[in-house]
């Protein structure tokens, strides 16, 4: 940043960060929540003698509940405030961790990551809608960027607790401290899952909801913590769509001819192409991937923590691209490099040779295919992580007007969750069916979900939110 570009900032970086960091905590549940599972899943499933029908469904139940949960945000945030969600998540969360440790048998740990997925759900919507709403139009896509850091720092800290919890006891299913290893997995989120409930109280509710209330000068002063002029035009803005925008329901998404708007349809589609092309098939199934063919469990872990490392880097780049050169060209580059490096994949898993191995059929890749895997794998993670990762959030976060954006939120982020729970409960028995179909399936997504960008998805970079 330049000393003329510090002069004319019409905004407080600090307390900007400051804020949006707080609720981008509720990504770092989200990722932390939806993660943990993966070092876990072996030893569950051995420990619970659990087919691969049901291993799939104890991994992607959570989602049943984001579905829920991400439905119920947008509303529920209308009515009692964007702060209030977040803290009903904090607790969601908490309460999911504790009793998914203590967990007797598969189906009451999958009640127990329904609860925590309907945490994730509200997360998922409120954290986006919150920085969207407090943040300065010209960086907008940089604070929004942060809701997917978070994800992707909580998915690192899961893993890495995984790997740390299962090197401590000699494996995911080992003795540890008076229980076992995956139940310390789950019972170490509480930690962040109390934070996140205590720091939320800490900030200021959002400027559009206080004026929604008729709480004007409460709105005035919370924007003037991160703005430093233009507040007076701002606040008339809101007034004006408020007025305009007020008491939203289901009914607002649907235009004149009674049809659900075309940037309705264009935020479900964002949502199902970002889960279609397999992402979270690498954060949930990649240890057990990696066992598959061939590597320990250590070594598995260790590949898992290297990739997550990935997405943290690549979300960095992402931050510094998004207000720069636009959310469409970010997404166009990250649908070419997806389909490139999962046809890669599809390639390697489809051509392998298969061996029974415990009673399954696997494949097992050579000393040569087994580190292309490999760097295929992290070239997916980087391409989604500096692109599809932090882009679709923060257009779900800014693409629609303030009467519809909490309401079109919310179902665009539940829709993401039905195809999350659609790809991850699918995966083992595609998986069956052979890694290489699997990856196909998921390549012929990335490549659809270029020309989707291409033909149909609107550029928001530098406009303000009563401008949608």
């Known amino acids: ?37 993966n070092g876990a899943v072996t030893a569950i499933r051995d420990d619970f003698e659990l087919g691969s029908g049901l291993t799939g469904f104890v991994v992607s139940s ?12 947008g509303r529920l945030a209308e009515r009692i405030g964007r702060i209030r969600v977040m803290v009903l998540a904090s607790i969601l969360f908490t309460l999911s961790a504790i009793g998914s440790g203590f967990a007797f048998g598969a189906w ?11 945490g994730v759900g509200a997360a998922s919507v409120i ?5 969207a709403e407090i943040s300065p139009a010209s960086i907008r896509g940089r604070l929004g960027s942060l809701q997917q850091m978070a994800i992707v720092v ?74 430093l002029r233009g507040i007076p ?24 001819t009674g049809k659900v708007l075309p940037i309705v349809w264009i935020g479900i589609a964002l949502s199902v192409f970002q889960q279609f092309v397999g992402i979270n098939v690498i954060f949930y199934y990649s240890s057990t991937l990696w066992q598959a063919v061939g590597f320990t469990e250590s070594d598995a872990l260790t590949q898992t923590v290297i990739t997550s490392v990935t997405n943290i880097v690549v979300t960095v780049v992402a931050i510094a691209l998004i207000d720069r ?33 415990g009673g399954e059929m696997v494949p097992v890749l050579s000393d040569t295919m087994g580190p292309v895997a490999l760097v295929a794998a992290n070239a997916f993670v980087v391409f989604f992580g500096m692109s599809w990762g932090p882009g679709v959030w923060v257009l779900l976060g800014e693409m629609f007007n303030n009467r519809i954006r909490a309401t079109a939120l919310g179902i665009a982020a ?40 291409l033909r149909w998805v609107p550029e928001t970079k530098g406009r303000e939110l009563e401008d949608m």
């Open 1 to 37: 940043m330049t000393g003329t570009d510090t002069a004319q900032r019409d905004y407080v970086l600090g307390k900007a960060i400051q804020l949006t960091s707080v609720a981008a905590l509720g990504g770092f549940l989200f990722g932390f929540d939806t993660a943990v599972v």
């Open 62 to 73: 959570a989602l049943l509940g984001c579905v829920l949960g991400a439905y119920v945000a």
């Open 108 to 118: 009451d740990l999958i009640v127990w990551r329904v609860v925590g997925g309907v």
């Open 127 to 131: 954290a986006p809608a919150y920085i």
């Open 154 to 227: 909580g998915i690192f800290i899961a893993l890495l607790s995984d790997y740390f919890l299962a090197g401590v006891a000699g494996g995911s299913g080992e003795p540890l401290w008076g229980s076992t290893a995956w139940r310390w997995m789950f019972w170490a989120e509480v930690i962040p899952a109390v934070t996140y409930g205590v720091l939320a109280l800490t900030i200021p509710e959002s400027p559009r909801y206080l004026v929604s209330l008729g709480r004007v000068e409460d709105a005035r002063e919370v924007l003037g913590r991160v703005m």
């Open 233 to 256: 035009e701002r606040i008339k803005e809101i007034q004006r769509t408020v007025r305009q925008e007020a008491k939203a329901s289901l009914a607002d998404l649907r235009g004149d």
């Open 325 to 357: 050169i636009g959310r469409r060209v970010l997404l166009l580059v990250g649908s070419a490099g997806m389909a490139v490096s999962l046809g890669v994949m599809a390639w390697v898993f489809a051509t392998a040779d298969v061996v029974e191995q």
């Open 414 to 453: 539940a829709a993401q969750w039905l195809a999350n729970f659609a790809i991850s409960t699918s995966f083992p028995v595609m998986a069956d069916v052979g890694l290489g179909f699997a990856y196909g399936f998921y390549t012929t997504f990335a490549l659809l979900s270029f020309f989707f960008v």
